[in-house]
């Protein structure tokens, strides 16, 4: 059987990460959608994810070093995951039920204490339900579980790997 270093695995997931964050790039300034306060916390959480596999794909880690940067990208995608999985619950709420739109996230920083603008941003709010784009009939918050269920999976495989 092929091994393939965990310096490598990790230098490959952060280059899906790289396209990730290229695709949600182009639809905010190619297509011009612009992200919603979850988005933007499923961007980060992929940015997160990301530093994690490159600064263990330089890093070169042994088995013990191995676990513990899989441990730190497995807490990220599955924020994301969790962030994801609010924004899809959102998008299946009647219209009427949903949180009132939330101010931009500038003025937030600007006008409220950091832990507020963190809570109204994971709460999400009418913006997070709209959906604007799909592909395949799969939207955005979908894809992007999809894609932080993967990083999950990766995470699981070089935590609990033998060699």
């Not at 330089?58 to 730190?72: K, N, S």
């Not at 990220?76 to 931009?104: F, K, N, T």
Request: hydrophobic share 55%; proline share 5%.
């Amino acid at each position: 059987m092929l091994h393939v270093s965990s310096r490598t695995l990790f230098l490959v997931a952060f280059l899906g990460t790289v396209l990730i964050m290229l695709g949600a790039l182009y639809l905010e300034h190619g297509v011009g959608l612009e992200p919603c306060p979850l988005c933007i916390l499923q961007r980060l959480a992929v940015i997160g994810f990301g530093l994690v596999c490159l600064v263990a794909a330089i890093h070169g880690p042994a088995r013990t070093g191995q676990r513990v940067y899989a441990a730190l990208a497995l807490l990220m995608a599955g924020a994301g995951a969790g962030v994801a999985g609010r924004q899809i619950w959102l998008q299946q709420v009647p219209a009427d039920e949903l949180p009132a739109c939330l101010p931009s996230l500038d003025y937030m920083l600007e006008a409220l204490p950091f832990q507020e603008v963190i809570s109204l941003m994971l709460h999400g709010s009418a913006d997070c339900a709209k959906v604007t784009w799909t592909l395949f009939g799969i939207s955005i918050p979908e894809w992007s579980l999809l894609a932080f269920i993967g990083m999950i999976l990766f995470s699981l495989y070089l935590l609990l790997r033998r060699r």
